[in-house]
């Protein structure tokens, strides 16, 4: 029988450089699946959170990490339940960012994590956002692309969504969590944040959503 390669389009980038929006309405458009990588990191986070483990407790964490399971459910917005609880709500929360990224600089949580996120390469294909889907998770994806903005734009952008859902928040604060964050997720030792080979370098700072997509076409089809 003829083999079916399963395309993927891996985005990757720190975070709130739209990649989120991006994938998901790529995903879309392309009527392909969607891996939102961050979310299995922010799950297993909130699972910490929730049973106080500490952050450095590697045993305990690669425990956890085994011994979950998350369903996801993609709509407009994606759904996620850990162990069967409904934990959309707690998955934006500034607090579950942080944690993910402290325990995603773990080669040991890494390994554990892989699996779950390449059982999403699937028929008719796959858009994968993250920070390592084009260096680490999926180094064969036929479409690379590195989505970035300038920090201000970013804590700008993180600053609005919260207003929106009426989380109170303060731009400075933002600003620092993100450079902080992104110095976390470039310089770990184990899949940092970093430009995969061949991939597509895109500045979204002074670009809409639609341009960013159009772009991304226009490398897929
Ligand atoms: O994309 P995000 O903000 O939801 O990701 C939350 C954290 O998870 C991020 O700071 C680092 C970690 N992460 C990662 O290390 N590798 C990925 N592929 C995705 C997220």
Not at 89 to 106: D, F, R
Not at 161 to 181: P, S
Not at 192 to 209: K, R, V, W
Request: glycine share 8%; proline share 3%; aromatic share 4%.
């Amino acid at each position: 029988m003829r083999q079916v390669t399963v395309p993927v389009l891996t985005i990757d980038g720190p975070s709130g450089a739209g990649k989120g929006t991006v994938s998901r309405l790529l995903a879309k458009k392309l009527g392909w699946h969607y891996l939102d990588s961050g979310s299995i990191y922010r799950s297993l986070a909130i699972a910490l959170l929730k049973q106080s483990v500490a952050l450095d407790d590697i045993p305990a964490i690669v425990e956890m990490a085994r011994a979950m399971v998350l369903e996801f459910e993609c709509g407009d917005d994606l759904a996620v339940k850990l162990n069967g609880e409904d934990i959309t709500a707690q998955l934006g929360l500034e607090k579950t960012g942080i944690a993910a990224s402290i325990i995603a600089v773990l080669p040991e949580v890494r390994a554990v994590l892989l699996q779950k996120q390449q059982d999403f390469k699937q028929a008719p294909g796959l858009v994968a956002d993250g920070r390592d889907m084009g260096t680490v998770v999926f180094p064969d994806a036929a479409y690379k692309v590195f989505l970035t903005a300038s920090s201000e734009k970013r804590a700008e952008r993180r600053y609005k969504q919260l207003k929106e859902k009426g989380i109170d928040a303060n731009l400075t604060g933002l600003t620092k969590d993100i450079e902080e964050r992104d110095r976390r997720d470039r310089e770990r030792a184990t899949a940092p944040l970093s430009l995969a080979n061949g991939a597509l370098f895109i500045d979204s700072s002074d670009m809409t959503i639609d341009a960013v997509i159009n772009q991304v076409l226009g490398l897929v089809q």
